[in-house]
């Protein structure tokens, strides 16, 4: 059994809601399953990265979602059944965890599930001896993007702090072609209690 298979559901009452996050099973493998989840992240990365690139849709594709999938790297909310979001996590060693394409959908927002998602990433890695949890964002360099105020605010309420900012160009110059404008990567820490 894999350390991620250890990690139980997780449910959060939240608004009358019930938020169930969990690692995916094999019926989560169905292409259709795939297609959705994929629209998904992309539908919410071209609303949280608006004006930031040349084109919508570009986020992930049903062929990375699928590994990730099986790998058994991403941990899925589920309201009332329903798929609602989720997040990928990483180890990164030395007791650094990661977590990442954190989705929501829209009409599930302010019902807890990326709340919920945070949540269990933050377990899972606890629980493979990780001391810190850290995630990366992208913003615009020379305009303030709604979306990312929010998540700036929000990921400070939740015990992260900014740590260090780095130009996009000099990690992925691959995909600067891509950019409608100017990024910086910037990478939030926060330490994980026991």
Not at 32 to 41: A, C, E, F, P, S
Not at 49 to 63: F, I, L
Not at 132 to 138: D, F, G, I, P, Y
Request: charge should be neutral.
């Amino acid at each position: 059994m894999s350390p991620r298979a250890s990690c139980d559901v997780q449910r959060i009452m939240k608004r009358s809601q019930l938020t169930t996050t969990r690692f995916p099973t094999d019926t989560d493998l169905a292409p259709d399953t795939v297609r959705r989840l994929t629209d998904l992240i992309n539908a919410v990365y071209d609303d949280a990265e608006s004006g930031m690139w040349k084109r919508n849709g570009t986020r992930t594709n049903c062929a990375e979602v699928e590994r990730l999938l099986r790998a058994r790297a991403l941990i899925l909310a589920e309201i009332d059944g329903e798929l609602v979001g989720s997040v990928n996590v990483n180890l990164l060693g030395d007791g650094l965890g990661e977590f990442g394409m954190l989705v929501a959908s829209p009409k599930s927002r302010g019902q807890g599930a990326g709340s919920a998602l945070i949540e269990h990433a933050e377990r899972w890695a606890r629980e493979q001896g990780c001391h810190t949890m850290r995630l990366e964002v992208l913003s615009p360099r020379n305009w303030i993007h709604p979306g990312k105020e929010f998540l700036r605010q929000w990921y400070a309420k939740l015990g992260y702090t900014p740590r260090a900012t780095e130009p996009f160009e000099l990690m992925h110059p691959e995909l600067v072609p891509e950019l409608a404008t100017q990024c910086d990567y910037t990478v939030w820490y926060k330490p994980l209690s026991a």
